[in-house]
């Protein structure tokens, strides 16, 4: 038989072979271990189980989302990505669009406020090509103040930082940079953060080794006004050779003792001035995945940190300026991506919930501010007919609603595909949307605390927000605190 007929007939006889097992699936009263094990059988299937034929019934929303396409780039499969900053003062957000050899900063109505065709460094995966990783926009911002206007900050492929003046994109400077030790090549992420005193906006340079798993191990800190004055010699505030960094992402930056000045975020925690405050040790082999600052135990004074770990006993960790205040595991499965939010306000703290690694039908579970568990479930039960059985990916907390907690989006992993709201604490799917997701971003743009879910899907923005009346009018916008503002610029796929 010619090998084109019979690849044919294997194609045929795969293919009558879900029909049949679906079929079977849903005849009623068919015994449950049996559908079970047809279940398996079923979503072993190469091809065709790629996407739920049973599974949760979600209609489509009909939310209609305020759609940005006048002159809107093309989303990069993999690099650059999308951020939103109040970046001239006046109470309303503007968007900033990244990909390979653009900057694009549109007004919160849409319209293109300036491009830039400068040579923007961005990378895809960090571990293989350095920072500043999957899905980062790879700016930083200096806010604007009441005679200075904000900068938008960023590297260049030959590592020179450039700073443009953030509501006309005019470049401002162009600065070649003290070079990072020998093993880096060049520095790869930036982020500026107030190190020497609560205002004065300075500059963290990161930069990976150059090995087969490469790690960001070498960060400088430096005064952004020596930098751009290059008639003083330029001396870095303080450097190390040793932080522990995620293997994904770059640094993040927050105020945790609440004194005005930053400490620096990963595997290591560093004072502003580059003393080391913690360092969790790691087993060979393993690495930190993700990280995410908020008030996580109201407890305690100041902001709490959590980080995630793959291989060695994939742990979740929680520090504070104070040091580690817990460690945990559930059954040692590796707890991959998470969402911060007070998902269940009759538990003290905020709750955390994590995905779980699993290529198919994730697992995901949700801990108390103490590192309890108080909820695992899993996604094969939860999610909706069609939704791919790879999960989810790019999972944001959502302030959506004034009556009802916070919850979680996420699009479908590994494809250009839909998006979801959901509560985190059950796994109840509740919104769904009919989209195309190159990326999920989301933030308050419309202007009260509510934050809308930001689709950026080839050369169209979506923005959805909700129609419903916001109840708490009074409740501070999310911008006003600082670690809010400074998450949101500094995000990538892993780190939402
Ligand atoms: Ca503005
Ligand atoms: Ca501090
Ligand atoms: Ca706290
Ligand atoms: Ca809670």
């Given at each position: 038989m010619p090998k084109r007929s019979y690849l044919l007939l294997v194609f045929i006889l795969l293919a009558g072979l879900a029909t049949a097992a679906y079929a079977a699936l849903t005849v009623p009263g068919f015994g449950w271990r049996a559908r079970a094990a047809l279940a398996e059988a079923y979503y072993a299937l190469p091809y065709a189980s790629e996407y739920r034929f049973d599974g949760v019934d979600l209609p489509i929303s009909d939310l209609s989302p305020k759609v940005i396409h006048k002159g809107v780039p093309a989303a990069d499969e993999k690099r650059g990505g999308i951020l939103a900053a109040d970046l001239d003062g006046d109470g309303k957000?503007?968007?900033?669009?990244?990909?390979?050899?653009?900057?694009?900063?549109?007004?919160?109505?849409?319209?293109?406020?300036?491009?830039?065709?400068?040579?923007?460094?961005?990378?895809?995966?960090?571990?293989?090509?350095?920072?500043?990783?999957?899905?980062?926009?790879?700016v930083a911002l200096v806010g604007h103040k009441a005679d200075t206007a904000a900068r938008l900050l960023f590297l260049d492929t030959d590592g020179r930082l450039n700073i443009l003046h953030a509501m006309t994109g005019?470049?401002?400077?162009?600065?070649d940079l003290p070079p990072p030790p020998p093993e880096a090549n060049h520095w790869q992420h930036l982020v500026t953060a107030n190190l020497q005193s609560p205002e004065s906006n300075d500059l963290l340079l990161q930069a990976t080794d150059q090995g087969r798993h490469r790690r960001g191990r070498f960060v400088a800190a430096f005064a952004l006004d020596q930098l751009v004055d290059q008639q003083k010699a330029t001396w870095p505030l303080w450097t190390t050779d040793e932080f522990q960094a995620l293997a994904h992402s770059g640094l993040r930056v927050a105020d945790l003792n609440g004194d005005g000045r930053h400490e620096i975020l990963g595997g290591s925690l560093l004072s502003p001035d580059g003393n080391v405050l913690l360092k969790l040790e790691l087993p060979r082999k393993a690495h930190f995945d993700a990280l995410a600052v908020a008030d996580i135990r109201p407890d305690l004074p100041g902001l709490e940190v959590v980080v995630l770990e793959e291989k060695g006993q994939n742990r979740i960790f929680?520090?504070?300026?104070?040091?580690?205040?817990?460690?945990t595991h559930f059954k040692h499965q590796e707890p991959q991506n998470m969402a911060l939010g007070d998902f269940d306000p009759s538990r003290p703290g905020l709750e955390i919930w994590c995905r779980s690694r699993y290529k198919r039908h994730q697992k995901p579970w949700v801990l108390d501010a103490l590192g309890n568990r108080i909820a695992h479930y899993q996604m094969r039960d939860r999610a909706p007919k069609g939704w791919t059985v790879k999960g989810i990916e790019e999972i944001?907390?959502?302030?959506?609603?004034?009556?009802a907690p916070p919850r979680a989006v996420a699009k479908e992993r590994h494809r250009s595909g839909d998006v979801a709201v959901f509560e985190p604490v059950t796994g109840q799917f509740q919104i769904r949307l009919k989209e195309h997701a190159n990326r999920l971003y989301v933030a308050d743009v419309l202007g009260d605390w509510r934050e809308e879910i930001i689709?950026?899907?080839?050369?169209?923005?979506?923005?959805?927000?909700?129609?419903?009346?916001?109840?708490?009018?009074?409740?501070?916008?999310l911008w006003a605190d600082d670690h809010y503002r400074r998450s949101k610029t500094t995000w990538n796929y892993y780190n939402p």
């Amino acid at each position: 038989m010619p090998k084109r007929s019979y690849l044919l007939l294997v194609f045929i006889l795969l293919a009558g072979l879900a029909t049949a097992a679906y079929a079977a699936l849903t005849v009623p009263g068919f015994g449950w271990r049996a559908r079970a094990a047809l279940a398996e059988a079923y979503y072993a299937l190469p091809y065709a189980s790629e996407y739920r034929f049973d599974g949760v019934d979600l209609p489509i929303s009909d939310l209609s989302p305020k759609v940005i396409h006048k002159g809107v780039p093309a989303a990069d499969e993999k690099r650059g990505g999308i951020l939103a900053a109040d970046l001239d003062g006046d109470g309303k957000v503007e968007l900033i669009l990244t990909a390979p050899g653009l900057i694009s900063a549109r007004s919160a109505d849409g319209r293109e406020l300036w491009r830039s065709a400068l040579d923007i460094h961005l990378t895809d995966k960090a571990e293989s090509q350095g920072l500043p990783g999957l899905h980062a926009p790879g700016v930083a911002l200096v806010g604007h103040k009441a005679d200075t206007a904000a900068r938008l900050l960023f590297l260049d492929t030959d590592g020179r930082l450039n700073i443009l003046h953030a509501m006309t994109g005019a470049l401002l400077h162009t600065i070649d940079l003290p070079p990072p030790p020998p093993e880096a090549n060049h520095w790869q992420h930036l982020v500026t953060a107030n190190l020497q005193s609560p205002e004065s906006n300075d500059l963290l340079l990161q930069a990976t080794d150059q090995g087969r798993h490469r790690r960001g191990r070498f960060v400088a800190a430096f005064a952004l006004d020596q930098l751009v004055d290059q008639q003083k010699a330029t001396w870095p505030l303080w450097t190390t050779d040793e932080f522990q960094a995620l293997a994904h992402s770059g640094l993040r930056v927050a105020d945790l003792n609440g004194d005005g000045r930053h400490e620096i975020l990963g595997g290591s925690l560093l004072s502003p001035d580059g003393n080391v405050l913690l360092k969790l040790e790691l087993p060979r082999k393993a690495h930190f995945d993700a990280l995410a600052v908020a008030d996580i135990r109201p407890d305690l004074p100041g902001l709490e940190v959590v980080v995630l770990e793959e291989k060695g006993q994939n742990r979740i960790f929680l520090y504070g300026h104070q040091g580690l205040l817990w460690e945990t595991h559930f059954k040692h499965q590796e707890p991959q991506n998470m969402a911060l939010g007070d998902f269940d306000p009759s538990r003290p703290g905020l709750e955390i919930w994590c995905r779980s690694r699993y290529k198919r039908h994730q697992k995901p579970w949700v801990l108390d501010a103490l590192g309890n568990r108080i909820a695992h479930y899993q996604m094969r039960d939860r999610a909706p007919k069609g939704w791919t059985v790879k999960g989810i990916e790019e999972i944001s907390t959502l302030h959506w609603s004034s009556s009802a907690p916070p919850r979680a989006v996420a699009k479908e992993r590994h494809r250009s595909g839909d998006v979801a709201v959901f509560e985190p604490v059950t796994g109840q799917f509740q919104i769904r949307l009919k989209e195309h997701a190159n990326r999920l971003y989301v933030a308050d743009v419309l202007g009260d605390w509510r934050e809308e879910i930001i689709v950026w899907s080839a050369t169209r923005i979506n923005v959805y927000s909700n129609p419903a009346p916001n109840t708490q009018p009074d409740r501070p916008r999310l911008w006003a605190d600082d670690h809010y503002r400074r998450s949101k610029t500094t995000w990538n796929y892993y780190n939402p």
